[in-house]
């Protein structure tokens, strides 16, 4: 029994513990949405009712189905062109040798070490002036968002799809070259489909890191319909009051949230283990 | 052929996004930003269209990002750090003083009066058409004075319901003279008043009528003999104040310090029970005789897939004192979040929860990456299980996780959302409202900026620019230890 315990049992307590600690804020949440009193107060740990009252409030008392087409738009547009930039980078760091090479890929890093939001007062003052010139650029529009969000495109993404281009054998895309393609046709036809793993990882992270992403939006999109998922639901529980009285609604929120994002998760599990890694270990 | 169509295209697009951007800036003369917008351009042509220079044409699109919203920002707020801008100290000395006389406006005796009509401009900035006794007509608004004959071009008279529903409006709107500003009592009549605070060049200060007292100019604010000063002041450059403040102004020093060292701990201790946890699940997961073992890895990283911003909030609600599940399912009333020490252990526990599926991932990947021949060397040669993750897989997969874990490390270190979204950096002690308990720096200035005591741009600057240095150093020097800074050589 021992024997059978050091091997395997304790390896069985590890998953049960670990599975239990995830889950009971994820069954909470489902029990606050179900709940139909719609409180915190009255929410227990698990679901002990069930009515869709909550998702339904949602969609007629909050600008909610605006919020989600906002986070869809600006974290679907942002993670796309960002992970397109930073592939271009990652090429051209991996493929070429050139001078500042070393210094572009360290300051690369460097840069990303000072989070883009501790600039939120200069970048305030900036995107105020825009909207001097270009209103549609400026706060409570999404695509103003979109251009500040693409400023942290290349970054650690960039190391990774570095890392992971370096494993790509070079001889694939000299043999292209010698057949006569140019570098745009090695670019696109040999070498994007060959790292489509991490392209989809990359941008499932910054997806969900744009999803999530709560500082910038709420000193950018004031308008109650320009909000995002994280800004209005936000709102929704900021008060005092509201706080009890909305819970049910928000859970509701939140878990119509996670599904595009569980979605593609499902979606994308086989390459998850191995393209987060990608750049550290086989770099 | 289709290569050459799709860059011509491209190109077109770039002339045509410069020119539609160019409009705006000719007409409001911004000739900088023309140049600055003109020279881009350039370059973005110039790169494209020489055949030479191939880094650079994969290089510029997402360099371009970079400056415009990450580098130049980083350079803005460095200036910004040398001034004393925030909540009055915006503008200019001139503008101070005029803030200053209108504000100070009463109606005395002999008041010259205005029938009024207040109209609206296209932009919706409300204005005073003023008719003298004499019958001449003027436009006011928050400028100044211009005559007029009649409702100029472009304006609309407000009908009286209008003029109800924008009362405060038209009660704040006062329009500077000379000796003055001439302010609406009600909403057909205004009065010139008199400013009872006027500044005198002479002393280059403020002095008010009747009472004599003054405010002399010192600083970017008018102040008293007692050290009272007025609201309105003006934008200075202060130097190196904003930095050394840090150091010498013990009110500002002691809870910059206790939230820099809190800081540092709670990014540390973010780090290390994140990947401690992670790493033992992945190690018990780590083996093919385990029934059950996707089922756990699947619900066991569950919470990565969340929206973290959302189940922050719902933990910040778990920990509710009043009606939190935690208390309630323990029959207990703590305040969580009201107390230092058990507020600090809660976010711990929060980011624990929402940061070891991630760590969970990565440490599985690598140690799918290490040879068993390894480990079960070392088992031949006698070690036991402890002994071998102990001196054989805890290096290896320290080797190859020390960039991520360091990665994790700065991330943490500003985790914003982690704090703001749950405690809010509260608990705060009674003395000093602008520095919480679990405040980490970025929330700490954050609310130097934005928060409700007043806007301090200027000194919230200053403060990022430490939190760069101070992370900056920190990544550096453990970079520095890691494989990683190799590969860039090779």
Redesign the interface.
């Known amino acids: 029994m021992t024997g059978w315990f050091a ?2 049992g ?3 307590l ?2 049960v513990l ?2 239990l ?3 009971f ?2 069954v ?2 489902v029990a606050a949405a179900l709940n139909p009193l719609g ?3 009255s ?3 698990v679901p002990t009712a069930f009515t869709i009252d909550n998702f339904a409030n949602l969609f007629a008392r909050t600008a909610f189905g605006h919020w989600y087409a906002n986070s869809i738009l600006i974290a679907g547009v942002a993670s796309v062109v960002a992970v397109f ?2 592939m ?2 990652a ?2 760091f991996s493929r ?1 040798r ?1 001078a500042g ?2 210094v ?3 300051s690369l ?15 305030y ?2 995107f105020a002036r825009i909207g ?3 209103p549609g650029l400026s706060f409570s529009s999404p695509w103003g968002l979109i ?2 969000y ?5 970054g ?1 993404n ?1 190391w990774m799809m570095k ?1 992971f281009l370096d494993t790509v054998p070079r001889e694939l895309d000299e043999s292209a070259s010698v057949d006569g393609a ?4 090695v ?1 696109f036809q040999i070498v994007l489909p060959l790292v489509r793993p991490i392209l989809a990882i990359t941008a499932l992270l910054v997806f969900i890191g744009t ?2 992403e ?2 910038l939006a709420n ?1 950018f999109l004031y308008e109650p319909n320009s909000k995002t ?2 800004v209005g ?2 709102g929704l ?1 900021a008060e005092g009051v509201s ?2 009285q909305n ?1 049910g609604m ?2 509701a ?2 878990l119509l ?2 599904v595009p ?2 979605v593609v ?1 499902r979606f994308l599990q086989r390459f ?3 393209g ?2 990608a ?5 | 052929m289709f290569g050459l169509v799709a860059k011509i295209l491209l190109l077109g697009l770039v002339a045509a996004l410069a020119v539609w951007a160019a409009f705006p800036l000719i007409e409001a003369h911004a000739w900088v930003g023309l140049a600055v917008e003109a020279a881009v351009s350039a370059l973005v042509f110039y790169a494209y269209l020489t055949p030479r220079r191939l880094p650079l044409k994969y290089l510029l699109p997402g360099t371009l990002f970079l400056v415009a919203f990450q580098v130049v920002p980083v350079f803005l707020t460095m200036s910004t750090a040398f001034s004393n801008f925030g909540d009055g100290h915006r503008g200019t000395k001139q503008d101070a003083i005029t803030a200053i006389q209108t504000a100070s406006v009463v109606e005395v005796p002999g008041s010259p009066e205005y029938a009024l009509k207040v109209v609206t401009k296209g932009d919706n900035a409300i204005a005073f058409l003023l008719t003298d006794p004499a019958g001449k007509q003027f436009l006011g608004d928050a400028q100044g004075l211009k005559p007029v004959a009649g409702v100029p071009d472009g304006y609309t008279p407000l009908n009286l319901g209008e003029a109800g529903a924008r009362s405060q409006e038209i009660t704040k709107l006062a329009v500077p003279t000379a000796g003055g500003a001439i302010r609406s009592s009600g909403i057909s009549r205004a009065y010139e008043g008199r400013a009872q605070r006027t500044y005198q060049a002479g002393c280059d200060c403020v002095v008010e009528a009747g009472t004599g007292h003054r405010w002399t100019a010192h600083d970017g604010s008018f102040v008293d003999a007692a050290g009272q000063r007025l609201p309105q002041g003006w934008r200075i450059n202060v130097g190196l104040r904003n930095f050394t403040q840090v150091a010498t102004d013990s009110r500002i020093a002691r809870p910059f310090f206790r939230t820099l060292a809190w800081n540092l701990v709670f990014a540390v201790a973010s780090v290390l029970t994140t990947f401690a946890l992670g790493m033992l699940c992945a190690l018990a997961l780590h083996t093919d005789r385990l029934r059950g073992r996707t089922l756990y890895r699947m619900l066991l990283v569950l919470p990565y897939a969340m929206p973290s911003f959302a189940m922050l909030l719902v933990w910040r609600d778990m920990f509710n004192a009043d009606f939190g599940l935690i208390n309630r399912l323990f029959g207990l009333s703590v305040d969580w979040l009201g107390t230092p020490w058990s507020a600090r252990l809660a976010v711990i526990l929060v980011q624990l929860w929402l940061g070891y599926p991630y760590m969970f991932l990565v440490t599985t990947g690598a140690l799918q990456a290490i040879p068993r021949q390894m480990t079960e060397a070392a088992q031949i040669d006698g070690a036991t299980p402890w002994q071998a993750f102990r001196r054989v897989t805890l290096p290896l997969l320290l080797v190859a996780l020390a960039p991520l874990l360091i990665s994790s490390f700065a991330f943490n270190f500003n985790n914003f959302n982690a704090i703001y979204l749950t405690t809010e950096g509260g608990p705060f002690p009674a003395d000093d409202p602008t520095a919480g308990a679990t405040d980490l720096l970025i929330t700490y200035t954050y609310r130097l900026a934005f928060g409700a005591a007043g806007a301090r741009y200027g000194f919230a600057a200053a403060v990022s620019i430490y939190i760069f240095a101070i992370v900056a150093l920190i990544s550096a020097i453990s970079f520095r230890r890691t494989r990683r800074q190799e590969e860039v050589y090779a």
């Open positions: 091997r395997i304790w390896r069985h590890v998953g670990a599975v600690f995830s889950l804020p994820i909470f949440v409180t915190l107060s929410t227990d740990a930039l930073s271009l980078a090429f051209a070429m050139f090479r070393r572009g890929l360290l890093l460097l840069i990303q070490m000072f989070p883009q939001f501790l600039a939120v007062v200069a970048i003052l900036m001097d010139y270009w251009l500040l693409l400023g942290g495109a290349l650690v960039t890392g140019s570098h745009v046709q670019f999803v999530n709560f500082l000193v998922l994280a639901l936000y529980i706080r009890d819970f928000f859970c929120g939140s949230t996670a994002t569980v998760f998850i283990v191995s987060l890694t750049g550290a270990v086989k770099g």
